[in-house]
């Protein structure tokens, strides 16, 4: 399956579970998320904002872009990069069973972005040792910097 059939499928799927939850994929929502499936790395609600006018047509403010990621993260669709504040499509997003935590690898050079699963021995490893210097890990994502193998 090529990759404009493969984005479709996805954007169908991810259409249908809303509908399965009592939720509406709007038109903008159905955008944003398209531009988050075709991106190859993570990016900022203001280059969602420029990509919906640029390559779409579609004049979309700041705010709207705001509350479209905001559901999408809400339907576990998107993730929010915390430390870089910019967005992913989740890439389990067709997937109907539990993943384990999310992990988020994320090049330093080109901005590429890879979800990975995270041991729940190694998260519970983690809290234990942060939690003896009296410091609480809250419940978002591993988020880990590097260069990717295409930068190296």
């Given at each position: 399956?090529?990759?404009?059939n493969q984005?479709?499928?996805n954007i169908?799927?991810s259409?249908k579970y809303?509908?399965?939850k ?13 531009i988050l499936l075709?991106s ?12 919906c006018?640029?390559?779409y047509?579609?004049v979309?403010s700041a705010?709207?872009?705001y509350?479209a990621?905001?559901?999408l993260?809400s339907q576990?669709l998107a993730h929010?990069?915390?430390?870089a504040n ?5 890439s389990?997003i067709?997937?109907r069973?539990?993943h384990k935590?999310s ?15 995270v041991?729940?021995?190694m998260?519970?490893g983690l ?6 210097t009296?410091?609480?890990l ?7 910097s ?7």
């Amino acid at each position: 399956m090529d990759d404009a059939n493969q984005l479709n499928k996805n954007i169908e799927l991810s259409e249908k579970y809303c509908q399965e939850k009592g939720e509406r994929l709007t038109k903008k929502r159905k955008l944003v998320l398209r531009i988050l499936l075709s991106s190859q790395k993570a990016i900022s609600a203001y280059e969602l904002v420029d990509d919906c006018k640029k390559n779409y047509g579609e004049v979309i403010s700041a705010m709207t872009v705001y509350r479209a990621l905001e559901f999408l993260q809400s339907q576990g669709l998107a993730h929010r990069l915390e430390l870089a504040n910019k967005y992913v499509a989740c890439s389990h997003i067709v997937c109907r069973h539990q993943h384990k935590p999310s992990q988020f690898l994320i090049c330093n050079q080109c901005s590429r972005v890879e979800e990975v699963d995270v041991d729940v021995s190694m998260l519970k490893g983690l809290r234990e040792v942060t939690n003896r210097t009296g410091f609480h890990l809250s419940d978002s994502p591993l988020e880990l910097s590097g260069v990717c193998n295409k930068c190296i």
